[in-house]
């Protein structure tokens, strides 16, 4: 990694990180828990390393590490894509009720 | 810059666009109605960033490729089909998972790199094994103290907080070294070890009533630790989405942390252990109590109720009686509210979720300061399975551990109603002068049965 594209990474890591803040700071404390379940199997993108690692075969720790580090950041994603959905679709409104 | 090749380009371009979508798939999530839209967007991401992945020219080996993540569907199944009431031990271990996933992957790619590695990489590196280890252990603790496989209560000896600084010290110590000189690769599965030490020793200590602070604090380290990675990989992709659960976890915290009044070194390193003393102090005070026919017919004689649940509520699995109740009374015409506090249950949004799974509709969960003005002109404060988060003397007793912390004003209420098993004081040990008040009326029982019993006072006895 050269130094500009070091950089180029701090930029990217603070201009997310105050997206990140702004947007879940507006995010309304019914769906907390589904947030932290989505941020989850958001997180789980780390799946996309362990992939190259496990498709580049360099070494044979490397593959094996790889093999569960894909196995462990798949379950997540499926896992925490599913019980999100499940837990979105409890989420119903009251008939519109008239209000006075 | 240089240019990238063809492919390289086409990953990257498909890499921005799920950057994209992850941020969008956030956005989404600020309302019940757009939510969903949160989730196809993240899946879609993630499709693109998956299938963009399996272009790199690097890779040789698709088969194990491909069995890795079958095997990751086939337990990610399960881990998403979990009950409702498991929801907090599931998100702890998928929280292992994730800083596992983070661990190995920076793991590999010490051994695959060192000796020819430069100090930034090299910071960033221990950076993410150490967050990795840390989270991945600590969250095992915190799964495991919520599926009560571990004691909930704080483990907690003299010099605790001295053993735990130690040890993290030497971890950041032996990294330091390790960056001045890569060669040293014996080194290294020590930092990995000492920072799994110290992610045990870290959650032991801490008592069920924290674990929202604590589960949110482990997310933004599962972000970081991922972040770190991204660095470390160079993956602009993995920087942001890392970033984006790193701030979202901290976020989470510092509304908990706030909600109990408590700072976050307070939560880690202060154990609500010391707290158990005060307890011991209180005497048998006369309390009243009543039957759930008095209660039923004090519930449909009001005009306004306000529920408050707990985790009382979900270890007694209580809610879909709670949606009886709700139903029951709502056909009497009474207006029924529940007041919901941010640290209520096991993690941020707990009780939101149980009440959604009954059925109850989500504009009636109100949060605390939007209801807490309404407690003087409401008829009947029912509270079930909630204590602290209850108890007046956390706005009038400068002794209280807990005093300060912002609490729902049930005390306000005309008729305050209390479902509890017996007297003894909860979970931190804390007495709650809520219980001796004269508009309180204690109702001894099971949740789930005691409101079972009200519901069928209110539907089978006589109308009015």
């Known amino acids: 990694m050269s130094s500009s594209s070091l950089v180029n990474g701090l930029f990217i890591f603070m201009l997310a990180g105050f997206i990140g803040f702004e947007v879940i700071r507006r995010i309304s404390p019914l769906l907390h828990t589904p947030l932290m379940s989505l941020t989850n199997a958001l997180d789980a993108i780390a799946v996309v390393g362990a992939i190259v690692l496990v498709g580049e075969h360099k070494s044979g720790l490397s593959h094996m590490l790889g093999v569960l580090a894909v196995i462990a950041a798949t379950s997540n994603i499926v896992g925490g894509f599913l019980i999100t959905d499940r837990m979105l679709k409890m989420f119903k409104s009251s008939r519109p009720a008239p209000k006075p | 810059m240089t240019d990238l090749a063809g492919n390289q380009l086409l990953i990257e371009i498909v890499y921005l666009v799920a950057s994209g979508l992850f941020i969008l798939s956030l956005k989404w999530m600020s309302s019940p109605t757009t939510a969903r839209h949160g989730i196809w967007a993240g899946e879609l991401g993630m499709l693109l960033a998956i299938g963009g992945t399996l272009l790199h020219h690097g890779i040789v080996d698709y088969k194990w490729i491909f069995i890795a993540l079958a095997l990751g569907t086939i337990i990610g199944i399960p881990l998403g089909s979990v009950h409702m009431t498991a929801v907090p031990q599931r998100t702890a271990l998928s929280h292992a998972f994730g800083a596992f996933c983070v661990t190995l992957?920076?793991?590999?790619?010490?051994?695959?790199?060192?000796?020819d590695i430069s100090r930034f990489i090299m910071a960033v590196l221990s950076a993410e094994v150490i967050l990795g280890s840390l989270t991945f252990t600590g969250s095992l603790m915190a799964a495991g103290k919520l599926q009560e496989i571990l004691p909930q209560r704080p483990l907690t000896y003299r010099g605790q907080n001295l053993v735990n600084f130690l040890l993290l010290g030497i971890a950041i110590v032996l990294a330091l070294y390790l960056i001045l000189h890569p060669e040293a690769k014996p080194i290294f599965p020590f930092i990995v070890l000492i920072a799994l030490i110290f992610g045990v020793l870290l959650v032991v200590p801490i008592g069920g009533a924290d674990m929202p602070t604590v589960i949110s604090l482990l997310n933004s380290y599962a972000g970081l630790s991922a972040a770190a990675m991204g660095f470390v990989l160079d993956s602009k992709l993995l920087i942001i989405a890392g970033a984006l659960d790193g701030s979202s976890g901290l976020v989470l915290s510092i509304i908990m942390s706030r909600a109990m009044n408590r700072s976050f070194t307070n939560v880690l390193f202060g154990a609500f252990g010391q707290v158990q003393i005060s307890a011991a102090i209180q005497e048998a005070r006369p309390v009243k109590s009543a039957t759930a026919e008095e209660a039923a017919a004090i519930l449909s004689a009001a005009n306004k109720v306000v529920v408050v649940p707990g985790y009382g509520?979900?270890?007694?699995?209580?809610?879909?009686?709670?949606?009886?109740?709700?139903?029951?009374?709502?056909?009497?015409?009474?207006?029924?509210?529940?007041?919901?506090?941010?640290?209520?249950?096991?993690?941020p949004g707990h009780m939101n979720v149980l009440l959604a799974e009954a059925d109850i509709p989500y504009d009636r969960l109100v949060e605390m300061?939007?209801?807490?003005?309404?407690?003087?002109?409401?008829?009947?404060?029912?509270?079930?399975?909630?204590?602290?988060?209850?108890?007046?003397?956390a706005r009038t007793d400068s002794s209280s551990p807990?005093?300060?912390?912002?609490?729902?004003?049930?005390?306000?209420a005309r008729t305050v109603m209390?479902?509890?098993?017996?007297?003894s004081p909860g979970f931190a040990g804390i007495d709650n002068p809520l219980y001796y008040l004269d508009n309180t009326l204690m109702l001894f029982g099971d949740a789930k049965v005691f409101v079972g019993n009200i519901v069928r006072e209110l539907t089978g006895g006589s109308h009015g």
Do not use: C, W
């Open chain 2, 418 to 423: 209390v479902i509890k098993r017996s007297m």
């Open chain 2, 402 to 412: 807990i005093y300060g912390m912002p609490i729902l004003n049930v005390d306000k």
């Open chain 2, 105 to 115: 992957v920076g793991t590999s790619e010490f051994y695959l790199r060192a000796p």
């Open chain 2, 313 to 347: 509520m979900a270890v007694a699995q209580a809610q879909h009686k709670v949606r009886e109740l709700y139903d029951a009374l709502t056909k009497r015409g009474v207006d029924v509210r529940f007041a919901i506090h941010p640290v209520a249950g096991r993690m």
């Open chain 2, 369 to 393: 300061d939007e209801i807490n003005g309404d407690f003087p002109q409401t008829d009947v404060a029912l509270v079930i399975g909630a204590n602290d988060v209850t108890n007046p003397a």
